[in-house]
């Protein structure tokens, strides 16, 4: 715990520069630079972040099939109430009207969707998806050789375009199993006969 001592302004500007950034793309020169460290403390600080279960990068899904995906992980503050206190919201009336409630709501979803498998000593096999004409799904599990799709919606009522992007999949040599797009509905919603829409308050 040597490289803390000393630091520990530095480490509180750390941590509010990674609540700030949960559900975007994980760019180390951006935190260094604005935390005012070098490359190097940013991994070994995100390590330790990670090994204690603060944070998760959320790793692109990409097999041999395609090329054109992005290989970039994605950030995830998985304490939203700790990520809600560090980048100053402070009700959730202000959360939800805030810039920052789209990404702090799918950061909740996937940290719960994750308990439920680590509290089942499952492993979980998650990932987004996103390939360089700019499709993307928000996750991706893969279980064996089938991949569902799901959507995050700040919405209680989504439309069938929510998953428009989910037979992007299909192309990946891989079974597409029944997709769901989680959001603000009071009950199920089929979507389609694919693809249902659950409440967020299933989790």
């Known amino acids: ?92 009336e202000s959360l939800a009207s805030g810039a920052m409630s789209g990404a702090i709501l799918e950061t909740y979803i996937l940290s719960e969707l994750l308990k439920s498998y680590w509290h089942n000593g499952k492993s979980s096999y998650f990932y987004y998806y996103r390939d360089l004409d700019q499709k993307e799904i928000g996750l991706v599990i893969e279980e064996g050789d089938t991949l569902y799709p799901i959507e995050f919606k700040r919405t209680a009522t989504p439309s069938k375009t929510a998953s428009k992007q989910f037979s992007t999949l ?24 694919d693809v249902d829409a659950i409440p967020i308050g299933y989790l």
């Open 1 to 92: 715990m040597n490289e803390y001592r000393g630091n520990e302004t530095s480490f509180s500007r750390f941590l509010r520069a990674i609540a700030a950034r949960t559900g975007q793309l994980l760019n180390y020169a951006d935190i260094a630079r604005d935390v005012a460290i070098d490359h190097k403390t940013v991994k070994s600080w995100l390590s330790v972040l990670a090994a204690s279960g603060l944070i998760y990068l959320l790793q692109p899904y990409h097999n041999n099939v395609s090329k054109r995906l992005l290989k970039t992980p994605k950030l995830c503050f998985l304490d939203t109430g700790l990520c809600c206190y560090l980048t100053q919201w402070p009700s959730p």
């Open 170 to 193: 299909a192309k990946l040599g891989k079974k597409l199993g029944h997709g769901a797009v989680i959001c603000l509905c009071e009950k199920d919603i089929p979507l389609s006969r």
